[in-house]
């Protein structure tokens, strides 16, 4: 049983690391921001509600994530634990998700924050570029498809995410200081938060949080 919190700014690889994480030790990715863009692209309710926030780099209203959270949570594939990837996003979610660990009688093992410059996000998520259909993540520069605005992996089509267009990323770049960085204290004020640097190859990266998991 392991059970994960991953934190970092927007593109600091959060989402990259934590599917490499959870196949690794066997547990399940968490990751709203996904969740949320699959109810957006299939136009659900919850999707209605929610695009606007997600255009322009605002948070989701919590209750509308925690919902979410709760319901993924008490899902048989949690069992042998979790990686939260883009949650909790503020105080009032990290306090909610406590209370609703704690009534499952389960706790978070480690927090880890993922440290990355202003600079090199912009550079990482101008560029980058998302298989409509399969999820798959590329980069215009650094990590091109074959064949152009169509996946390598299922042929579907490459598009940018509304969210990171470059005026947007300094938007949520602004709430990710203002809402989500307090974080990082109350995590180390519970001895849980491990800083690791986010900046080299992808697989440095994950050998870093690896020992960082199994230092505890
Ligand atoms: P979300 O999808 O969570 O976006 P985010 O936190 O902004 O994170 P990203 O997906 O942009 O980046 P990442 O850190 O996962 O990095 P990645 O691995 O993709 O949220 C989107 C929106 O949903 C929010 O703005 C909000 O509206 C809403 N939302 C979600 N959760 C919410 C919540 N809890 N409460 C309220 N609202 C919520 O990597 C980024 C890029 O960098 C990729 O191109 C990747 O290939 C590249 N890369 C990764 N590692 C490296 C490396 N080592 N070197 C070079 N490039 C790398």
Request: charge should be neutral; glycine fraction near 10%; proline fraction near 3%.
């Amino acid at each position: 049983m392991l059970n994960l919190i991953l934190l970092g700014p927007p593109g600091a690889g959060k989402g990259s690391q934590a599917k490499s994480l959870a196949a690794r030790y066997g547990i399940s990715q968490i990751s709203t921001g996904d969740i949320l863009r699959v109810a957006v692209r299939d136009k659900t309710p919850l999707g209605i509600k929610v695009r606007s926030f997600m255009d322009k780099g605002a948070l989701v209203p919590d209750n509308l994530v925690v919902e979410i959270v709760a319901e993924r949570l008490t899902m048989d594939d949690c069992k042998t634990g979790f990686i939260l990837d883009g949650f909790p996003r503020n105080i009032t979610q990290a306090e909610v998700v406590e209370k609703m660990l704690g009534g499952l009688g389960e706790k978070i093992d480690k927090v880890i924050n993922i440290e990355v410059s202003h600079k090199e996000i912009v550079k990482r998520l101008s560029g980058r570029r998302v298989c409509r259909n399969c999820g798959e993540g590329y980069h215009i520069i650094f990590n091109p498809s074959i064949e152009d605005k169509i996946c390598d992996k299922c042929k579907g089509e490459i598009y940018q995410r509304d969210d990171d267009k470059e005026d947007t990323i300094e938007d949520r770049l602004k709430v990710y200081e203002g809402q989500t960085s307090p974080l990082t204290d109350f995590y180390k004020k519970k001895g849980l938060l491990v800083a690791i640097g986010g900046v080299g190859g992808f697989k440095e990266i994950t050998e870093k949080i690896v020992n960082a998991i199994e230092s505890r």
